[in-house]
């Protein structure tokens, strides 16, 4: 089992020494990463039917036992996570080929792809948290290094805020690990909810949980830790820009979720509500970010922080509907975010700019790219029967469950605000005239191209439509795993038992 476990971090890893290796083949370099990105798919794929069928799945790299050695852990949070995690890296991939020119490739693009999708995936299947810091390092260092590939002065630009925000996150980090280990004398996600649970020092835990909710913050975009994010996020390739909108932000969320419901004791008053008063915020100001916006990149954006308060918002409301309906939106997200910005790069390629103003004439230059930006941007705003409706749906349930209005009050307002931004990109880019009137269609591309860019895009489109359409097994599915986090028995019997 521990290789099965091993293979979502260690087949990228082996796919990022190849394509370093053969950075002077564009070619193969090409080859290698798509093929890489199809095993991860298939190991994810069977590592979550695995769980769906059999439950947790744990594993002891070096045979120590928990809580000494190092531990793997598959659940379904983090099964889906994986999952997800190679269903994007895919997508982005195929479109990469026709996005990325030679000059990038050779500087190793590829490789750092990769490195990327290794400390993604390493993160979610970790159950430690210096591990999870090992693999934020990988992520923190592949993401830099696509940020600023090719040097040009805005990418050192946005380079520079973000990786400034995030060692601050770095040392915030180390700084609550290193508490963490002087109190409890153990790392392991596991170990830490029991020995925590029985700590007797309420102002130690209270600093711990704002130190990991500062971390896991910066990581996640949260107010008021976001303002890296819209200034760095338009810099790169679009390419790299949407796989970082889709995952990077999202294990910061992840990481959050696990410190809230397994490591410090469940019922936590004073940390959810830090919680409900970011996300709140985040909701709000990511959306009205993105409504002051006119180029098609930042508006999209200021939308992931946007909807980054609506994951955290599951987890502050802390009821099996709430945190079900956050891994649904968070699933809903990665899927409709990636797409929105994959169907930008098109636009831009056909249209000539990311400016709206500089836009227009893409509904009748191209329907079927204007028909897939239309399912991925009102699904994120909401509309039925699309899959953000459902996400939207499980969230204001559970927050009119227990009579929280003005909760609910916010997230209408917000889902609101995003519709405006979404059918201002409609009318500019979609449904007014081009200002020149020089907008192909995407016959003007190759053949190659065009499957290139549009299968992903389509792919993704066909996912939301899926999860839109056929909800009740998924949500059934989230409530599994929401009740896994709330009642985490199943969890620490498979981790701690596991190697014994």
């Known amino acids: 089992m521990s290789w099965l476990l091993s293979l979502p ?17 564009p070619r193969a370099s090409r080859v290698v990463s798509v093929c890489s990105c199809t095993v991860l798919l298939g190991t994810t794929l069977t590592l979550f039917t695995l769980v769906e069928s059999g439950g947790v799945l744990t594993a002891q790299p070096g045979d120590w036992p928990a809580p000494f050695g190092i531990t793997l852990v598959v659940d379904r949070l983090s099964a889906t996570m994986l999952l997800i995690t190679a ?39 970790t159950g430690d948290l210096f591990n999870l810091y090992v693999w934020f390092e990988v992520m923190l260092i592949a993401s830099f290094a696509l940020l600023v590939l090719g040097s040009e002065g805005i990418q050192l630009d946005g380079g520079i805020k973000y990786v400034a925000m995030n060692l601050v996150s770095t040392l915030l980090m180390l700084t609550a690990i290193g508490l963490l280990y002087g109190i409890s004398g153990t790392l392991n996600m596991a170990d830490l909810h029991l020995q925590l649970a029985r700590a007797d020092n309420p102002m130690a835990m209270d600093l711990l949980r704002v130190l990991f909710l500062c971390a896991f913050g910066i990581k996640a975009a949260l107010f008021p830790l976001f303002f890296w994010l819209p200034a760095s996020y338009h810099a790169p390739p679009l390419v790299v820009t949407a796989v970082f909108a889709g995952l990077l932000t999202k294990v910061g969320v992840y990481a959050l979720i696990r410190t809230f419901t397994l490591i410090f004791p469940q019922g936590d008053g004073f940390g959810h509500q830090l919680l409900l008063a970011a996300a709140l915020a985040t909701m709000l100001t990511g959306v009205l970010g993105a409504a002051a916006q006119n180029e098609f ?3 999209l954006s200021f939308h992931i922080v946007s909807q980054i308060g609506f994951i955290v918002l599951g987890l502050a409301l802390n009821s099996p509907l709430a945190l079900a309906g956050a891994i649904f939106y968070m699933v809903h997200n990665i899927v409709a975010k990636t797409n929105l910005f994959l169907i930008s790069g098109t636009a831009s390629r056909l249209s000539g700019s990311y ?43 559970a927050s009119l469950d227990q009579a929280a209005y003005w909760v609910t009050a916010v997230a209408l307002v917000t889902g609101a605000l995003t519709l405006f931004s979404m059918s201002k990109i409609w009318a500019e880019a979609f449904w007014k005239r081009h200002p020149t009137g020089n907008c192909q269609g995407v016959g003007a591309l190759g053949f190659g191209e065009r499957v290139q860019r549009l299968a992903p895009a389509i792919a993704l489109a066909l996912i939301t439509l899926l999860l839109g359409l056929a909800p009740e097994p998924f949500i059934r599915f989230c409530l599994s795993a929401a009740q896994e986090l709330l009642d985490p028995s199943d969890y620490l019997t498979a981790v701690l038992t596991s190697g014994t």
């Open 9 to 25: 971090f260690l087949a990228p890893i082996i796919a990022a020494l190849i394509t370093y290796l053969t950075r002077g083949q």
């Open 87 to 125: 269903v994007v890296g895919l997508a982005v991939a195929i479109y990469a080929l026709s996005d990325i020119d030679t000059g990038r490739e050779k500087l190793g693009y590829h490789c750092f792809f990769q490195l990327l999708l290794a400390g993604v995936c390493g993160s979610f299947a």
């Open 297 to 299: 990149r930042k508006i």
């Open 355 to 397: 400016e709206l103003v500089q836009t227009g004439g893409l509904y009748q230059a191209a329907p079927l790219l204007a028909t897939l930006f239309f399912i991925a941007a009102f699904s994120l705003a909401g509309f039925p029967p699309l899959s953000g409706f459902w996400a939207k749906f499980l969230l204001l349930k």
